[in-house]
C-alpha cells in the first residue's frame, strides 16, 4: 500500500536538445501536472515543486559568438557569458552575480552594471527561440511573433521556454571599477551619491549595499561600488570626488576584468541548492531618492541588525526606450531599492517581524512599481504592481493567445 504521508518526488528533466525541451513540456501538459523551468538555478524558482516536472536548462548553456551578434543558451549563467565575451572584446549588460541565469534575469527586465550606458538586458534582446505551451518550437523577435517577443521583453517565464536568446552585444575594451568603504555617515553618502548621479555620465553606474555578517553575498557593513564603462580609472577617480572626499569614506579604484566585479555566490552542499532563509520587505522602482526616503532607509536598516539595503542607479540609457516597448514598468525610474530583513529563527520574533514589515510599507509607498526579478515569492495579488495597467492588459492578451492553459505558472503569474 502507498504512504500518502510521502510527498512525490518531481520528475526532473535536463535535456540537451530543444527537441528534448519540446518533449517534456509536451509531457507536462499531457500529464496536466505543475511544471517548474529552471535556467541558471540561481533563483527562489529552483527551489521545488514537490511534485511534477522539473526542467533544467543547464545543459543549454552554449555562447556563439557572429560578429556583435551573441547567442545563448536558456541555461546559461551571467558569468561563463562575461569570460565568453571578453575574448571577443564584448560585454552585455548583465546581473550582478555570476551564477545569475541569463533565462530568469532577462525575462523579467534585467538591471545590471552596465545598465546606465547600454539599458537593460531586453534592450539588447533580439531575438528568441521559444518552446511554447503546446511542444511548438518557434523564432520570436520584432518581426516574426511580434507580440510573444514583446511579452518576453519583461513579463516573465509566463508564455513559454526560451531555448536560446540572441542579443545584441557591445564593444568593451576594458572597465573601471571603484570600491567606497563607509565607516561614517551613510545619510551624507546616499545624498552625495543621489546629487552625483542626476548629471553623470552614462559610463558610470553604482551600487550601494550595507549587509550584516550573516550575508554570504557580500563584505558585512556599507560599501558603494562603481562600474565606469570604460578602461578609464583617472576620469572614474574625478567622477568619484563628491564621495570620496566624504569623512569616513574610503576609496580604492581599479581596472578588472568585467567578470571580476560580478559576485560569487557561495557553492551550495549537494546536488540541489539549500532555500534561502525567509525575507520580510520588498523592492521598488523609484524616480527620486529624496531626503525623506534615504532617512527612511538608513532607520530601516540600524533599526534591525538581519537587515539589508540594497541601491542601484538608473536612468540613461534605460530612458531611451519608450515605456510601451517593453513590458518593463517603471523607465522613468531613477533608483532601484530594496529593503529588508532575513528572517532567522532566533534572532526575529514575531513582535520584529510585524515591525519590520510595517516599516517597510511605509518605504514602498512612494515606489513607481515593483521589480519582479528581486520579489522572492509567488504573490499573485501582486503582479498588478510590477507591471503598468497598459502593460498588464497586453501580458494578458498575449498569455491568453499562447499559453491559454497556464502551463507556464510559476513565476509572477499573469493569468488570462
Known sequence: MADDSVAPVPSVHR????????????????????????????????????????LELGELSQVEVDGSTVRIGGGAVWGDVATALAAHGLALSSGDTASVGVGGLTLGGGIGWMARAWGLAVDQL???????????????????????????????????????????AHPLPGIAFSESRIDGDETAVLKATRDLLR????????????????????????????????????????????????????????????????????????????SPPGFIGGNGLYAELDDALIAQLVAFRRSYPASVLFLRSLGGAIRDVAQEDTAFPARAA???????????????????RAAIDADWSVIERGRLAEYGNFADTERPQAVSGMFSEHALSRLRATKAAWDPQNLFHRNHNITV
Open 199 to 274: 548629471d553623470a555620465p552614462r559610463e558610470l553606474t553604482v551600487t550601494y549595499m550595507d549587509v550584516p555578517p550573516m550575508d554570504p553575498s557580500a563584505p558585512a557593513g556599507a560599501r558603494l561600488s562603481a562600474v565606469w564603462a570604460a578602461p578609464e580609472p583617472d576620469r572614474l577617480r574625478a567622477v568619484m570626488e563628491p564621495i570620496s572626499d566624504l569623512d569616513g569614506v574610503q576609496t580604492e579604484v581599479t581596472t578588472p576584468a568585467y567578470r571580476e566585479v560580478l559576485l560569487e555566490m557561495p557553492a551550495p552542499e549537494g546536488e540541489e541548492p539549500a
Open 334 to 352: 531613477n533608483w532601484f531599492v530594496l529593503a529588508g530583513a532575513f528572517d532567522i529563527p532566533g534572532l526575529i520574533d514575531d513582535e520584529t
Open 15 to 54: 535535456p540537451r536538445t530543444v527537441t528534448e525541451v519540446a518533449e517534456v513540456v509536451r509531457l507536462a501538459s499531457r500529464e496536466a501536472v505543475p511544471l517548474t523551468v529552471v535556467s541558471g538555478g540561481h533563483g527562489p524558482w529552483s527551489h521545488g515543486p514537490a511534485a511534477g516536472v522539473r
Open 126 to 168: 533580439i531575438g528568441a527561440q521559444v518552446v511554447t505551451a503546446t511542444g511548438e518550437v518557434v523564432e520570436a523577435s520584432a518581426d516574426a511573433h511580434p507580440d510573444l517577443f514583446w511579452a518576453l521583453r519583461g513579463g516573465g517565464g509566463n508564455f513559454g521556454v526560451v531555448t536560446r536568446f540572441d542579443f545584441a
